[in-house]
């Protein structure tokens, strides 16, 4: 099934107990928890090379933790802030031929009318899932992407 999941999550308090689900219910797939955008993007070029078999991507997303002198953030990143950082981090991915046929599962707090509301329309391989305390719902979501990707 899964070989290979990364999910985009900065919050430590939700990030340990998926990372954790999804290695049982995937229990031979290499799960990769990438904690900001700024590593996120750090990760892409490894992405083409190796590509996932589905990504989880929180929306609210921020660019770095602190530190003394973090890299500066990019232009689009500036201009779209917190809010559509998952967003962006799917366009990426889109944008890469080697990497847009990879199922997308936004793992959020939002609302899907939320996420559409600035005229973001949400591809139809991109799937949604509301966060909830039951992982089986996201776990589902990534075989059925998975399975509908192969």
Do not use: N
Request: charged fraction near 30%; charge should be negative.
């Amino acid at each position: 099934m899964a070989g290979y999941l990364v999910v985009v999550e900065d919050d430590h308090l939700q990030e340990g107990p998926l990372e954790a689900h999804l290695r049982e219910a995937f229990p031979t797939a290499d799960v990769q928890t990438v904690p900001t955008e700024r590593e996120f993007r750090e990760l892409l070029p490894k992405l083409r090379d190796r590509p996932p078999d589905a990504v989880v991507l929180d929306v609210m997303l921020r660019w770095d933790f602190p530190r003394p002198d973090p890299p500066p953030p990019p232009a689009d990143v500036e201009a779209g802030g917190y809010y559509r950082a998952g967003l962006r981090c799917a366009q990426l991915l889109s944008a890469d031929k080697r990497l847009q046929r990879v199922p997308v599962i936004f793992y959020t707090i939002l609302e899907r009318a939320d996420l559409e509301r600035d005229g973001t329309a949400l591809a139809d391989s991109v799937r949604y899932v509301r966060k909830s305390p039951d992982l089986d719902v996201l776990a589902r979501a990534i075989k059925d992407a998975v399975r509908a990707a192969g």
